[in-house]
């Protein structure tokens, strides 16, 4: 029998090109503003005439091609992507504010291999991102991770594509380690809400968000059969805390992102900025939008606060060479502290760059600071 080293890919050609000609893997994913990632359909031609308006207003554009795109509009869907992305010079790779990124069709469909064919070919030098549906395995990276070699090498791309797994089943999650780790090209991974709960057979017909029956109860006063039946206090609880916090986990330890998924419920805004909100503080970097009024709300509750702003930057300051402890407002700040308020004025300094209105918010309570002292 062969021993299981000899079948296993040598560390040092983990970051080699897989195809003769293809560009060089990057060792670091570039760390990109992306707290909304705005799902469009090119095949609907009222949404594909404003794609133009939106660059410049959103973090990310991606094209979707598989769920929400009918059967008989899968090849209009996808000659409509190419097009946009020809007529719209500041969208995508590199070129401005706002990336290109693309949702194929499954690996096990009729129309996968034909969309990864023809985008890369077509306009690979302006996507940013591939994302991948339904990705179960280590295997299913590795296919597309030697594909799209073979096909930048052909169309003769200099700057390799990024890709970027969902997880919907539960075999996605058993093996979310190994999918983080499976290519240089990982990107991220964004949790599928809807398909994951069907497989896993979870009795919700929800896109995301809780569920009132998901809840824990406050204790009776007594053991009595009326202090059991009186009225309670009841806490809704988050059907999506554990798998953000693997999936978290997961993504940090192979320095990729995590991201949310969709919110299908477009009306209640009030309930998406909760969803929204739990997935940042648990560690997510952005999430999806199905519609406009979402944009606003992702980047309100990815975006630091100025309050938590002001915050870390006074730590920072007074930590000094970030060695010690120091008393601040009646509470101790360590080093440990420290390193949590550099990851929120890292945060901040990265959207201020690309947001003008956040700069602004930003630069405020800087010249603020300035004047205190």
Known sequence: MTANFARM???KDFFRPLAVGAPTPLTEIPARPTRAIHFFDPSNPKMAAKIPGMVGRVDVLLGNLEDAVKADHKLAAREGLVRIARDTAALGGGRGPTQLWTRVNSLDSPWGLDDLTTLVT???DQLDVIMVPKVEGAEDIHYVDRLLAQLEAKAGLTRPLMVHAILETARGMVNVEEICAASPRMQGLSLGPADLAADRRMKTTRVGGGHPGYLVREDPTDGSGEAIHAARASYQQDLWHYTISRMVDAC??????????????????????DQFRNAFLLGCVGTWSLHPTQIAIAHRVFSPSVQDVTHARRVVAAMGDGTGAVML????EDDASLKQCLVMVGLAEELAAVDPELKKQYDAIADQGEVAR
């Not at 995590?258 to 299908?264: E, I, K, L």
């Not at 407002?329 to 101790?332: A, C, F, L, P």
């Open 122 to 124: 077509e306009i690979g």
């Open 9 to 11: 890919r040598s560390a």
């Open 329 to 332: 407002d009646g509470k101790m």
């Open 252 to 273: 940090v330890s192979n320095g990729i992102y995590p991201y949310y998924g969709p919110f299908g419920d477009i009306a209640d805004v009030v309930a998406c900025e």
